[in-house]
C-alpha cells in the first residue's frame, strides 16, 4: 500500500511512490515489472517529486535529528546527492514540486515562519537563495498540493480556501476554485495538463460524525476545469 498520495510518474517511465508500512522511497514500472527501493534507514522518507528530465527525485526526509531532516535530492538510481535541510527550506510534507526548467523548487513553508503562516518558497538550487513571496492565507496548515505549470511562471495550488494560481514572477494570486461552505465538499491535490491549460483536482463530499467531531468522506472523484475555475468535467463516478 501507499503511505502517502503523492506518486509521481518520470519522464523516463518510472513511477515514485512511498510504500506504507517502510515508509520509504520505491519505483516501479507502469506494467508492474522492476520494483525497485530507493530509499533506506530507520528515518522516513516521503516522496515529493521527479526532477523535470527524469534524473534526480526529491523526498522529505524526517523523525531523525534535525540537521538530518529536510528535503533529499537522490539520482534515479536512488544514490544521495544533497541534503536541503529544514533549518534553511522547512517545508511542508506533499507540498514539493520542481520547476519545469530544473532550477528550482516551489513548496509550502519555510525555515523562518510559523507553521501556521507559512510562505510560498522558492528555492533556487544553482545558487541556493531561498525566495518567499507571502501569498498564503494565514492561521492554516491546510496545504496539501502543489504544482507548476508547464509555463514555469505559475504554480497551482490546494489551501485553506480552495485551489489557487499563483504568478510567482509578480506574485499575483487568484482564487480559482473555492471549498464549499461548511467543509462538506472539499478540493485538493491539484495537477496540471501537459498543455498547462487544464486543472485537475480531487473532489470529495463529507459528513459529521454524530459526535460532530470530524468528518468522514463518502464520495470521492475527480473533476477538470479551465485556469479560470469554469467548463467544470467529471472524470471519475
Not at 519505483?27 to 530509499?39: C, R
Not at 531532516?69 to 507540498?95: K, Q
Not at 494570486?173 to 467543509?183: A, K
Request: aromatic content about 8%.
Amino acid at each position: 500500500g501507499l503511505a502517502s498520495e503523492r506518486v509521481d510518474w518520470s519522464r523516463t517511465g518510472w513511477i515514485a511512490f512511498t510504500r506504507a508500512g517502510d515508509v520509504q522511497v520505491w519505483k516501479i514500472k507502469a506494467n508492474g515489472d522492476s520494483i525497485t527501493q530507493l530509499t533506506a534507514g530507520s528515518q522516513t522518507s516521503v516522496l515529493q517529486c521527479w526532477s523535470p528530465d527524469g534524473k534526480y527525485f526529491v523526498s522529505q526526509r524526517s523523525f531523525g535529528p534535525y540537521p538530518e531532516s529536510g528535503l533529499v535530492i537522490c539520482t534515479a538510481a536512488g544514490a544521495f546527492v544533497r541534503l536541503l535541510p529544514d533549518a534553511s527550506t522547512r517545508a511542508y510534507p506533499g507540498t514539493v514540486d520542481w520547476s519545469p526548467d530544473g532550477r528550482r523548487l516551489a513548496y509550502v513553508g519555510g525555515p523562518s515562519t510559523s507553521s501556521t503562516d507559512p510562505r510560498l518558497c522558492l528555492y533556487d538550487l544553482m545558487t541556493d537563495q531561498l525566495d518567499t513571496l507571502d501569498v498564503l492565507p494565514s492561521g492554516s496548515t491546510s496545504y496539501f498540493g502543489l504544482r507548476w505549470l508547464p509555463n514555469g511562471t505559475e504554480v497551482v495550488w490546494d489551501g485553506p480556501e480552495g485551489i489557487s494560481l499563483t504568478d510567482v514572477t509578480t506574485g499575483r494570486t487568484r482564487l480559482v476554485r473555492t471549498h464549499c461552505p461548511g467543509s462538506s465538499r472539499g478540493l485538493g491535490l491539484p495537477d496540471v495538463s501537459p498543455d498547462g491549460q487544464q486543472l485537475l483536482m480531487g473532489r470529495s463530499e463529507r459528513r459529521l460524525t454524530p459526535g460532530q467531531q470530524n468528518y468522514i468522506t463518502e464520495r470521492y472523484w475527480l473533476e477538470t476545469c479551465n485556469l479560470r475555475g469554469t467548463q467544470i468535467q467529471r472524470v471519475t463516478p
